[in-house]
């Protein structure tokens, strides 16, 4: 009987004190494991999100930084499921490698016994046949190393755990398991060659959130968000003294949503929230500071007036019955 009531109080004590750990039925947790751009910063790493429903761990984009963020997390890299990328910017798949790789070594952090998996806009599968070839001294030495080495018996790792199984995809349901559904659709990233470019709705059920990928402010984007419970979405801002002087700074202006086209998206859309990632204060000159968060929120509120959060590295955004935002504490330096 002492035995049963201790259980009991232990189990009352893990469901108070660490109701994160433990998903209900219909929710949805996003996890913005990098809110950042190019911009090589150490607090905002680079485009990533995190989205976990249904035992499914779906990961959009692929910035720097993004093991460190997972582990940061208490997250394997060998724990998620699949990868989705918007498009094939540099700053949103250089972290791949990273992933791929150390996801596979024999440590608590890796142990992949599955293929990784990635799907994304045409030129996805080319580009990780390549990361294949570049990285085959690496892999044949590993593999090498643990089957030459008699004290190894019984470990090793896994040449399944090394394969890729890339797609490319177009607009579209592009993935379904476990009750979830991803969406692609796509994205206007501005001119030049940046095409196709998505976004992601997913829905678990019931709840739904929608990742806009780096895109103009646009009706498309907005069809496919009508619903959602939360809306992560991309946002670029200068100085207006930095664009009439600096035709770099428009051209990049030109290719990302401005907090108050953001904010009619916003207003169209209706979101029980609304959370910026991609972070771009902007500043191409030395004489001319970079907008402040403050500037921000106040350029949204201009057109929209609902709620809305700047994103951080490591926030969480548990979709339920109610919504509830967790920022992360204070990484010590």
């Known amino acids: 009987m002492r035995q049963n009531f201790v259980t009991f109080i232990l189990g009352v004590l893990l469901i108070l ?13 996003v996890t913005l494991l990098g809110t950042g751009t190019p911009e090589p910063t150490i607090d905002r790493f680079g485009p990533s999100t995190l989205v976990e429903a249904g035992g499914e761990k ?78 085959q001294a690496d892999i044949r030495s590993r593999l090498h190393s643990y089957q030459a080495v008699p004290t190894l018996e019984g470990v090793g790792l896994p040449l399944q755990g ?5 797609e490319d995809i177009s607009q579209g349901v592009v993935y379904e398991s476990n009750g979830v559904k991803v969406t692609a659709f796509d994205v206007d990233h501005g001119p030049g060659v940046i095409k196709p470019a998505f976004g992601y709705r997913i829905d678990y059920g019931g709840r739904s959130v929608v990742i806009s990928g780096d895109t103009h402010g646009n009706e498309n984007l907005i069809r496919f968000a009508k619903g959602a419970d939360v ?16 035709a770099t700074a428009r051209h990049i202006i030109g ?27 902007l500043t191409t000159d030395p004489e001319i500071s970079a907008p402040t968060v403050q500037d921000l929120i106040a350029q949204t509120r201009k057109t929209y007036s609902g709620p809305l959060e700047v994103g951080e590295d490591l926030m969480t955004i548990e979709i339920g019955n109610t919504l509830a935002v967790q920022r992360p504490e204070p990484i010590a330096h």
């Open 255 to 281: 290719g990302h949503t401005t907090p108050e086209a953001a904010g009619t998206v916003f207003a169209q859309v209706k979101p029980k929230l609304a959370v910026y990632t991609h972070v771009a204060l």
């Open 17 to 29: 004190f660490a109701p994160s750990a433990v998903l209900a039925q219909s929710d949805i947790r």
């Open 231 to 246: 809306v992560v979405h991309e946002v670029a801002m200068a100085k207006d003294e930095l664009l009439r002087k600096s």
């Open 162 to 166: 090394i394969s890729i199984q890339a």
């Open 58 to 135: 779906l990961l959009f984009d692929c910035g720097r930084g993004v093991t460190q963020r997972l582990w940061q997390s208490h997250i394997p890299l060998s724990a998620l499921t699949a990868v989705f990328l918007t498009h094939l910017h540099s700053d949103h798949t250089v972290g791949i490698p990273d992933l791929w790789l150390t996801g596979w070594l024999s440590a608590p952090f890796g142990n992949r016994t599955r293929p990784f998996r990635v799907w994304g806009p045409a030129g996805t599968r080319e580009m990780m046949s390549y990361l294949e070839k570049a990285y």
